[in-house]
């Protein structure tokens, strides 16, 4: 009796475990729970939606090498790490490009703001590039250490990596921050419920 009911425990485990490492979906969007960037699997550390009042706007996913839990763990985890947005509606990217530099500005010092000026150039120039994102179409800041932040936007890299760790830390502080543009998703994509 007691090797039947362990082993019923321990497929039960086998099961759930299986269950918690698949991917998951949000608003019908896939999170998966790990990627490869630049030859290192990342996990999953969060996932939510992004909402401006009533509206639905991206699904945003985090990946690093570690847990992290505050924008400090996130800037000192070893290797790559990625943000990704998957829109859910359609959005003007120059509008969409603004926000980001708003946030910024929300969430970084006053004397450290003409450092990271040129890349908040740079940025805006990207989205407003591409006109509009459309419901589907994904954008993703890559860190890699050896590269820098790279953009992707519909597929696409969109520049040369940004080499300045300050303008990454600047840009993620849009969603980690002391003053997140939304708290909510802060916490999903911190995993912190």
């Known amino acids: 009796m007691r090797r039947a009911l362990h082993a019923l425990f321990l497929a039960a485990g086998l099961c759930w475990g299986t ?40 699904v945003g996913d985090l990946y690093t090498t570690q847990p992290v839990k505050s924008l400090d763990e996130l800037i000192a985890a070893p290797g790559p790490k990625r943000l990704t947005m998957t829109f ?35 940025m805006g120039d990207i989205f407003a590039a591409n006109k509009s994102f459309a419901p589907g179409d994904v954008c993703a800041l890559e860190w890699d250490p050896a590269k820098g932040l790279s953009i992707w936007a519909k597929g696409k890299l969109q520049a040369e990596p940004f080499k300045d760790p300050a303008f990454f830390k600047a840009l993620m502080s849009i969603w980690f921050g002391q003053t997140p543009a939304d708290w909510k998703l802060k916490d999903a994509l911190l995993g912190i419920k």
């Open 19 to 58: 269950t918690a490492l698949a991917s998951m979906e949000i608003a019908g969007i896939k999170v998966e729970d790990n990627i490869t960037i630049a030859g290192t699997k990342l996990q999953l550390n969060g996932a939510g939606i992004r909402y401006k009042g009533p509206f639905k706007v991206y």
């Open 88 to 122: 859910l509606r359609e959005i003007n990217s120059a509008d969409f490009g603004k926000l980001l530099t708003r946030g910024i500005e929300d969430n970084t010092p006053k004397n450290e703001m003409s450092k990271i000026i040129p890349g908040m150039i740079r």
